[in-house]
T-cell receptor, first 117, second 112 residues
Framework: GAVVSQHPSRVICKSGTSVKIECRSLDFQATTMFWYRQFPKKSLMLMATSNEGSKATYEQGVEKDKFLINHASLTLSTLTVTSAHPEDSSFYIC?????????????FGPGTRLTVL | SQQGEEDPQALSIQEGENATMNCSYKTSINNLQWYRQNSGRGLVHLILIRSNEREKHSGRLRVTLDTSKKSSSLLITASRAADTASYFCATVASGANSKLTFGKGITLSVRP
């Protein structure tokens, strides 16, 4: 199967600090990864699309300077929440598309729960 | 913005019964997918149905798609307590290059 990992699974930080979340495709190459945010008992909201070797494409309303995305290799994308505030507390989930697959299913990581104090 | 809208929002059934969940969407799609999420976890892909398909089966799952009504249904037969989870439909709009738009989700509880 296609496995996607996220690290860390849970992080608590102080307001004003930056937090980096890693998303890795463990057994396949992913030219495209997606970052979602999910509030309790709510649906997933797409934040940005991350393409290997190029700048991420952010959805409307998502601050690119606050949520920095880097997709440096075919198996790793990172999301950095800069100067985190309590309202950034959420469940962040990444997903990955296999290389050369256009319409196929996305493989999701287990999520990272961020709590900003 | 959210595209898929599922109903009901919550469903509680007895083990062994069938569970039917519906999803409606607004725009033209390339495909529609159903995902499952256990509490506090990531999503697991269940099934994908393309816009030119009307029905698809996978084990105890049956998905239908009616593009004229812009709706889909997910049927889980002979439900088990382990099926308890949230279920989401998600669409890939035509020309959207794999970007998924999720519905609000349905919480399914299967009582043992």
């Amino acid at each position: 199967g296609a496995v996607v990992s996220q690290h860390p699974s849970r992080v608590i930080c102080k307001s004003g600090t930056s937090v980096k979340i890693e998303c890795r495709s463990l057994d396949f190459q992913a030219t495209t990864m997606f970052w979602y945010r999910q509030f309790p008992k709510k649906s997933l909201m797409l934040m940005a699309t991350s393409n290997e070797g190029s700048k991420a494409t952010y959805e409307q309303g998502v601050e690119k300077d606050k949520f920095l995305i880097n997709h440096a290799s075919l198996t790793l994308s990172t999301l950095t929440v800069t100067s985190a505030h309590p309202e950034d507390s959420s469940f962040y989930i990444c997903s990955a598309l296999r290389a050369l697959r256009i319409e196929g299913e996305q493989f999701f990581g287990p999520g990272t729960r961020l709590t900003v104090l | 913005s959210q595209q898929g809208e599922e109903d009901p929002q919550a469903l509680s059934i007895q083990e062994g019964e069938n569970a039917t969940m519906n999803c409606s969407y607004k725009t033209s799609i390339n495909n529609l997918q159903w995902y499952r999420q256990n509490s506090g976890r990531g999503l697991v892909h269940l099934i994908l149905i393309r816009s030119n398909e009307r029905e698809k089966h996978s084990g105890r799952l049956r998905v239908t798609l009616d593009t004229s009504k812009k709706s889909s249904s997910l049927l889980i037969t002979a439900s088990r307590a382990a099926d308890t989870a949230s279920y989401f439909c998600a669409t890939v709009a035509s020309g959207a290059n794999s970007k998924l738009t999720f519905g609000k989700g349905i919480t399914l509880s299967v009582r043992p």
